[in-house]
């Protein structure tokens, strides 16, 4: 198994920035892909960004150009440095990871617990 958990998330004003962080643990060989999802009460889960162990990444269209992933392979963490942010990005923000072979086109298969993110305007 792996467990993920996410730093606190926080308040910021609209324009404003914010860094999330997470650390994995436990299986971590068995995993390649890590990445980001957000939810906003009673709305679907959205993919914000994913990367893999070879430094390759992916964006949600909502945040291409404002939002930058990056990770340390060997310290198990990842991070979400989020910029510009508007108002309509806050959400619970969970930290996902994806098994070798499973790729973001896919569900995760694991989560963390979530940490709200609120931008006011």
């Known amino acids: 198994q792996v467990q993920l958990m996410e730093s606190r998330g926080g308040l910021v004003e609209a324009g404003g920035s914010l860094r999330l962080s997470c650390g994995a643990s436990?299986?971590?060989?068995?995993?390649?892909?890590m990445g980001w999802y957000r939810q906003v009460a009673s709305k679907t889960r959205e993919m914000v960004a994913a990367?893999?162990?070879?430094?390759?990444?992916h964006y949600g269209d909502s945040v291409k150009g404002r939002f930058t992933i990056s990770r340390d392979n060997g310290k198990n963490m990842v991070w979400l440095q989020m910029a510009s942010l508007k108002p309509e990005d806050s959400a619970g923000y969970y930290c996902?990871?994806?098994?070798?072979?499973?790729?973001?086109?896919?569900?995760?298969?694991?989560w963390g617990l979530g940490t709200q993110v609120t931008v006011s305007s």
């Open positions: 996902v990871a994806w098994r070798l072979g499973s790729t973001w086109l896919s569900p995760p298969d694991y």
């Open positions: 436990g299986s971590t060989s068995a995993i390649n892909t």
């Open positions: 990367i893999t162990a070879g430094g390759y990444t």
